[in-house]
């Protein structure tokens, strides 16, 4: 457990709530839905611009990506190839219809095309993984201050929440966009200086242009994949294929970023405001992943642990495998010295042979920390076990005494033993860059972090729960009513959406586990339905045939082909995007192809 200096106190909460408190000040009284929704349709493309990427550089963000760089190089940077060619079609394809029919949600325009039901399904399939990255987002930024200030995750994700919640239930859409602007500025500026900082930390004889090639050296700087292999998630045609189709349905369809540029003051506002996005994001996430992989390389000077979480490792230690990893440690340490000194070699003498021998040690050290994760797993393996002898026993115990009790008392110690051993996780790349801020970064940098990393958390997460709370009140509640509300009728219910939607985030982020790596996890979540919700767009757009009926039922049956395909891995993650629009397409042509026979068979 790290603790923070007065002056880093200092600076993250007076970043964080000045943030806060400009936003509810900024938007406070907004009483009709077109000031509430859409933000009274006055802002500008760089406002626009800014808040796009604000909502999508979550903490996630931060902190898995810097991870993924330093576990596995610059490759992710191929995800991101697609974006600008979905910017340009989305300009040219979806703002002008959007603004034409001046729409307050993506899903009216799918009722004006087809009916209700369509636009009901695809608003529900909208609430559903929105509302599950909503919970992943809030619990990013919790693992960080459990790190810092060893409180339970639980309570962290509450706090952050509720702050997020405040500012949000005052000034909907404005008040996300207001604050945005704020939190991006933190942002770049924080990022910017932990570069400046880590390069200052590498030994003075390495260079820059060394740092960069140690990295090349141990496969960092593996920037493009041309290959078709399925089994490699990131590569430039997964990128520019499946990622075109995953950025065109979240920028397109998504409301938590339609929301954003539906509230541009015109058209070629809002065009101006996602073009700049397309532009910068690419070098964005560049820098970004370049970050990770310059604390990879501060890290062949400066010894890394073999775990980057210490509860684990502590639970390890306690265990009868600590021999085992003390050992491990110790060939960790020699490793270490010979990367190091081989690394100061490299640095001042390009030699293939040196390069060879670093990548060689590097595919060791990855041995090895994958040893370790195996220790630890049979660690938590072993108390579960002793703890499950110890609960049964108590179990029996209880049973034998009075068996009326015994359904509660079981309930009660299964829980107990799911618990035994909860804290002690064994995947800690989205722990990397939190702890090398705590342990290396001077005092006030530090609260300027973790300020730039629970800002980039708020502004994501006040931007979906405001996407969720508009979609629930204006396509479901709004729509289904009976009688015609007033204005101050349905802001009042798009606040009280607002909190619910706010406390499920809360909810779900309490029952979140790190699974393999929380930047894949958003986007696996988002790429099982992006598909399909994308594929009933493209249908309303450019096939006027196609009925309601065949993209309802096309929808349904796409849905659980896709999750089924998930679940036994058919593809990487982002080629389900394709799958699951092509899918939908398809089997509504067929559909609406069979109804049509039919209805002339029976006309005959």
Known sequence: MQTLSWIDWIVLLATLLTIVAYGTWKTRGRKTAQDYIKGGNTSKWWTIGLSVMATQASAITFLSTTGQAYTDGMGFVQFYFGLPIAMIIICLVFIPIYHRLKVYTAYEFLENRFDLKTRSLTATLFLIQRGLAAGITIFAPAIILSVVLGWPIVYLNIAIGILVIIYTVSGGTKAVMVTQKQQMFVIFSGMLAALFIILDLIPDEVSFTNALDLAGASGRMEILDFSFDLENRYTVWSGLIGGTFLALSYFGTDQSQVQRYLSGKSMKEMQMGLIFNGLLKVPMQFFILLVGVMVFVFYQFNQAPLN?????????????????????????????????????????????????????????????????????????????????????????????????????????????????????????????????????????????????????????????????????????????????????????????????????????????????????????????????????????????????????????????????????????????????????ILIAFIIQIAQKNNDEVGTE
């Not at 985030?505 to 790596?517: Q, R, S």
């Open 308 to 584: 980057f979480i210490d509860t684990s490792i502590e639970s390890v230690l306690a265990s009868e495998y600590s021999e085992e990893y003390q050992n491990l440690q110790k060939q960790h340490h020699t490793l270490f010295n010979e990367k190091k000194a081989l690394s100061l070699q490299l640095s001042k003498n390009q030699n293939n042979k040196l390069k060879h021998d670093l990548f060689i040690l590097d595919s060791i050290e990855k041995t090895q920390r994958l040893e370790s994760k195996y220790l630890i797993k049979r660690a938590i393996d072993t108390i579960y076990a002793q703890n499950f002898d110890r609960l049964k026993s108590e179990l029996l115990a209880i049973t034998n005494k009075n068996s009326n009790t015994y359904k509660e008392k079981e309930a009660a110690l299964n829980t107990l033993y799911r618990e035994a051993a909860k804290d002690t996780k064994t995947n800690d790349r989205d722990y990397m860059f939190i702890t090398f801020i705590l342990k290396y970064l001077p005092k006030g940098l530090i609260g300027l972090l973790l300020a730039v990393i629970l800002s980039a958390a708020m502004s994501s997460t006040a931007s979906e729960i405001n996407a969720l709370a508009t979609i629930t009140s204006i396509d479901l509640y709004g729509r289904n009513l009976k009688e015609e509300k007033d204005e101050k009728h349905m802001v009042k219910v798009t606040k009280l959406f607002t909190l619910l939607w706010g406390m499920i985030a809360i909810t779900i982020a309490c029952f979140a586990n790190l699974a393999e790596n929380l930047i894949q996890l958003v986007n696996i979540i988002g790429s099982i339905f992006y598909g399909n919700v994308l594929g009933i767009f493209l249908l309303a757009f450019f096939f006027k045939f196609i009925k309601a009926n065949a993209v309802f039922i096309a929808a349904l049956i796409t849905q659980a082909i896709v999750i089924t395909g998930w679940w036994l891995d058919w593809m990487p993650y982002l080629w389900l995007n394709l799958f699951g629009c092509l899918l939908v």
